[in-house]
Nanobody, 125 residues
């Protein structure tokens, strides 16, 4: 069973930058897509971005497009999210997740099977 561990969260100011990492381990780490989602209290989980592990094809939510960059290092089994031009609305707990089924809706968290514990990102105004 694969395990995902996020790191790199913290407080970042508007105009700053922050990079989140998600390290995967386990013998069953065979992702098709790896994605980032975020959540704040009182709101539903929100899709942020996802990337095809082999293809490198990326998809972003409209709210972060042009500001966030998702990437991965296949050799290190690590997923990244580069946050630039952060805004207060970007505040939340960020989770990485693994999709292992080709053809699924890769923008929906319901189709991701394994999740990390989350890392807090706070954008100060």
């Amino acid at each position: 069973q694969a395990q995902l561990i996020e790191s790199g969260g913290g407080v970042v100011q508007i105009g700053g930058s922050l990079e989140l990492s998600c390290a995967a381990s386990g013998q069953t780490f065979r992702p098709y897509y790896m994605g980032w989602f975020r959540q704040v209290p009182g709101k539903e989980r929100e899709f942020v971005a996802t990337i095809g592990w082999k293809s490198g094809v990326t998809y972003y939510s409209d709210s972060v497009k042009g500001r966030f960059t998702i990437s991965r290092d296949n050799a290190k089994n690590t997923l990244y999210l580069q946050i630039t031009d952060p805004q207060p609305v970007d505040t939340g707990v960020y989770y990485c997740a693994m999709n292992r089924q080709p053809g699924s809706n890769i923008r929906s968290g319901n189709n991701y099977e394994t999740w990390g514990q989350g890392t807090q990102v706070t954008v100060s105004s």
